[in-house]
C-alpha cells in the first residue's frame, strides 16, 4: 500500500528544489465534467530509483506534466494534469507512475509510454489518445473507474 508524503518528505522535496511540488494546492475529486485545470505547478520529473507520492497535486505545463525516467515510481492520487504541448504523462522508464482519481489531459495526448514501465489509472479520466511505442514491454493499464476520452 503506497502512503502519502510525509512532512519529513515534503521538506526533501524543498531542499531538492523541487520546492512548488510540495505546495501543490488541494482540489477534489475529479468527474468527468471537471472544470478547466488551472494554474501553474513545476512538472514532476523523477529519476534513478526516486519514489514520489503526491495527494491532490495540480501541475499545467507546455511540456509532459510527469516525466518519469529510469526506474523511479510515481503515485499521484487526486491529481489534475495538463500540457498545452505535449503529452500530459511521459513513462520513458522501467519504473511505474499511478494515477488515482485523476484529471489528466494533454495536447498530443494524455499517455505516452516508450519505455519497459507502466502507467496505471484507477478511477481517473484521461482527455486524449495514449500512446505505447515501447519496444520493452512497457504498457498502460486502466483499471476500475478509467474513462478514456
Known sequence: ???LVSVTARFALIASGLAP??????VPAVGVSAPAV????EPIVCGGTDVITL????IRSSGPSVIARDRCAVTLS???????????VRNEGSGDVALE???????????HV??????????????GRIVNTSSEGGSFVPQGGTTVR
Do not use: I, Q, W
Open 1 to 3: 500500500m503506497k502512503t
Open 21 to 26: 511540488l510540495a505546495a501543490c494546492v488541494g
Open 38 to 41: 488551472t494554474g501553474t505547478r
Open 55 to 58: 495527494d491532490e497535486p495540480v
Open 78 to 88: 487526486n491529481c489534475r494534469l495538463a500540457s498545452t504541448g505535449d503529452f500530459a
Open 101 to 111: 482519481h485523476c484529471h489528466v489531459e494533454g495536447a498530443k495526448g494524455s499517455v
Open 114 to 127: 516508450s519505455g519497459a514501465g507502466s502507467v496505471y489509472a484507477l478511477h481517473s479520466t484521461l482527455f
